[in-house]
């Protein structure tokens, strides 16, 4: 039978194990943080160093991270049945009908705000305004000369209009037929494919308006306009082009599975300015991503760190 000193201190301890299993911050409330959490990484560089940032940052706070391979609009599948654990960088703009069916049977969870100061809509090389005079109005694009100007062999007599990958979805044709604009969207290949062709125009003094989106590393590097966009027929994000929002989405166990990242990642945010910094080191100087990230926490714990001291109450 243990004497007093012994008892005490058994007390202590079991004070102890209960104050590890209910106090913030300990490592108790990591939950599962034998499982790894599996971000979704979508197809373009932004996504990446933000889905990188929050994942550096979870591995700080204890937790093993993986990063998966998703598509924009299939990523919803994998969120809603827990083969994914968080995607950071969704644009509300662009997530089909799969989002809200998703949301509405509580198999995802949007947890707000990224706080990425974005645009969005058509824009041109700044010499397109002496091919077609009267840009940014988009009246302009309909003048027979501008018409011409951006017609080629596969679109003719319509103009052509480069748009998003296909798996992104896209507005744009939607937006064409609504206002009976004589081009054709032809969707590109990927994100790099989009910057190479803006980038081979800008060379060549080529006509050019295509889709595009900031925060961007391009945007820095190429002198663009930005069509004042036709009227939209509804206002809905499927005839209409306005700045979108970007939130985070998790699956809907996430919270009670790894609550201390739960906590992180509803507090994390990204500037758009920084993030576009590490997309023209990852994109133009060919750095890599790991690295790029590793040196902006290293030099931004004042920025992080409430996010971590949040998470950990």
């Known amino acids: 039978m243990p004497n007093a000193k012994n008892r005490l201190r058994n007390a202590g301890i079991g004070l102890a194990l209960a104050l590890a299993a209910t106090t913030p911050g300990l490592s108790a409330d990591l939950g599962a943080k034998d499982e790894p959490?599996?971000?979704a990484m979508l197809e373009w560089t932004g996504a990446h160093v933000s889905t990188h940032i929050a994942g550096?940052?979870?591995?700080?706070?204890?937790?093993?991270?993986?990063?998966?391979?998703?598509?924009?609009?299939?990523?919803?599948s994998g969120l809603a049945d827990g083969s994914l654990?968080?995607?950071?960088?969704?644009w509300m703009n662009n997530v089909g009908d799969i989002y809200p069916k998703t949301l509405a049977a509580k198999q995802i969870e949007d947890i707000g705000k990224l706080d990425l100061k974005t645009r969005e809509g058509w824009i041109y090389p700044k010499y397109m305004e002496k091919v077609c005079p009267g840009l940014p109005d988009w009246t302009a694009l309909n003048k027979p000369e501008c018409i011409q100007a951006l017609s080629t062999p596969e679109t003719a007599p319509n103009a052509?209009?480069?748009?998003?990958?296909?798996?992104?979805?896209?507005?744009?044709?939607t937006i064409i037929a609504d206002n009976s604009m004589q081009y054709t969207a032809v969707p590109a290949g990927s994100e790099g494919a989009l910057v190479a062709e803006l980038e081979a125009a800008e060379a060549a003094k080529k006509p050019l308006v295509m889709m595009f989106w900031g925060p961007h590393y391009a945007l820095a590097e190429n002198d663009v306009g930005w069509v004042t966009m036709p009227p939209c027929k509804e206002q809905t994000n499927e005839h209409c082009i306005t700045p979108p929002d970007v939130d985070k989405i998790v699956w809907s166990g996430f919270g009670a599975k790894w609550p201390v990242a739960y906590a992180f990642l509803k507090a994390f945010k990204v500037d758009a300015g920084e993030q576009e910094k590490m997309m023209l080191a990852v994109d133009k100087q060919g750095k890599d991503l790991d690295a790029v990230v590793k040196e902006w926490i290293d030099k931004n714990e004042t920025v992080w760190k409430p996010w971590v001291d949040a998470a950990k109450g």
């Open 37 to 39: 959490i599996k971000l």
């Open 160 to 173: 052509r209009f480069l748009d998003y990958p296909a798996d992104w979805g896209s507005r744009a044709a």
């Open 85 to 90: 654990s968080a995607s950071v960088e969704v």
């Open 56 to 76: 550096q940052l979870l591995q700080k706070l204890g937790y093993k991270v993986e990063y998966v391979t998703a598509g924009n609009f299939p990523q919803f």
